[in-house]
T-cell receptor
Framework: ETGVTQSPTHLIKTRGQQVTLRCSSQ?????VSWYQQALGQGPQFIFQ???????GRGNFPPRFSGLQFPNYSSELNVNALELDDSALYLC???????????????FGQGTRLTVV | AQRVTQPEKLLSVFKGAPVELKCNYS??????LFWYVQYSRQRLQLLLR??SRESIKGFTADLNKGETSFHLKKPFAQEEDSAMYYC???????????FGTGTKLQVIP
């Protein structure tokens, strides 16, 4: 069992609202990546944080933003929620700026976001 | 743009039969490819990566740059192999990762 935890596990929001999702990284890991997984799809890379700075970004609009804290935990913020934002949001922690690369990335269980 | 294609949503095989989960990619540079697996009610976890050329749980995958493929193979399927399998590609010095849509492997007893 990995030490990557995400909160909350489930969330229901209304279109137009804002949401914050949280992820605590595996002990010893200093990099967090976020993914959106729509139903029946593979995870889509949103962005990665390394040493408290964004270190890579996928094709997501600016209303998807994030933070990484000195303890390497991270938040994903989504503004102006749309119905299509309904998905499972995964975070993964890894080491030294790698996404899946030289060292293994450990995934959390995810947060299921429903936008109504 | 890079792309990862897993053409089969579902692959059903009998226990003991060979398994091949297909993964094709498009990327102009040198890719780093991975297979991730998700067992029922468990987290996504790394199965294997092409750079290590290892065999995990009897699975192997060879990168074929000519065919731009990274198919996952196992000679004899076991019931515990039933899971969702995702192929993933990293590009740009670890700055971007692309997952395929996944293949559900169902091993029939």
């Amino acid at each position: 069992e990995t030490g990557v935890t995400q909160s909350p596990t489930h969330l229901i929001k209304t279109r137009g609202q804002q949401v914050t999702l949280r992820c605590s990284s595996q002990s010893g890991h200093n990099t967090v990546s976020w993914y959106q997984q729509a139903l029946g799809q593979g995870p889509q890379f949103i962005f990665q944080y390394y040493r408290e700075e964004e270190n890579g970004r996928g094709n997501f609009p600016p209303r998807f933003s994030g933070l990484q804290f000195p303890n390497y935990s991270s938040e994903l913020n989504v503004n102006a929620l749309e119905l299509d934002d309904s998905a499972l949001y995964l975070c993964a922690s890894s080491f030294d700026g790698t996404i899946l690369g030289d060292t293994e990335a450990f995934f959390g269980q995810g947060t299921r976001l429903t936008v109504v | 743009a890079q792309r990862v294609t897993q053409p089969e949503k579902l692959l059903s095989v009998f226990k003991g039969a060979p398994v091949e989960l297909k993964c094709n990619y498009s990327y102009s540079g040198s890719p780093e490819l991975f297979w991730y697996v998700q067992y029922s009610r468990q987290r996504l976890q790394l199965l294997l990566r092409h750079i290590s050329r290892e065999s995990i749980k009897g699975f192997t995958a060879d990168l074929n740059k000519g065919e731009t493929s990274f198919h996952l193979k196992k000679p004899f399927a076991q019931e515990e192999d039933s899971a969702m399998y995702y192929c993933a590609l990293i590009s740009g010095g670890y700055q971007k990762v692309t997952f395929g849509t996944g293949t559900k492997l169902q091993v029939i007893p």
